[in-house]
């Protein structure tokens, strides 16, 4: 033959070898997509407190503008009722305790 010989030791040695490579890979696979999820969670939290100075900034400037050239008093009732009510809304939405009722039939959760 060709003078290779391979002993069952070594091809269990082999496999061992092998199984860790492949479990360190997955354990290192976790740990990165652990870190890249928290990064993304700390980005949104950057981009929704800027979303929302953006816009609060806005609806002031529009407010503003309304209160210091005085006009229609319906037009000043729209400029200061509508964000108070867009706010109410999500404040209640935000306060709201739901529940989710199921059942535990089978042992499931």
């Known amino acids: ?6 002993t069952p030791t070594q ?15 997955r354990a290192g696979a976790r740990r990165a997509k652990a870190a890249a999820e ?7 939290l950057v981009s929704l407190a800027g979303r929302v100075l953006f ?12 209160i210091a050239h005085p006009g229609s008093p319906w037009l000043l009732f729209a ?3 509508l964000p108070a009510l867009f706010a109410s809304y999500a404040l209640t939405r935000a ?5 989710v009722d199921t ?3 089978g042992g499931r959760r």
Do not use: E, P
Request: proline share 0%.
């Open 11 to 25: 091809i269990l040695a082999g496999v061992g070898v092998l199984i860790v490579l492949f479990w360190v890979w």
């Open 95 to 99: 306060m709201t305790v739901t529940t």
């Open 103 to 105: 059942s535990k039939r």
């Open 55 to 66: 816009n609060a900034g806005l609806i002031v400037a529009v407010q503003w503008v309304v």
């Open 1 to 6: 033959m060709n003078g290779l010989t391979v």
């Open 38 to 44: 928290a990064a993304r969670s700390g980005g949104r």
């Open 79 to 81: 400029v200061l009722g």
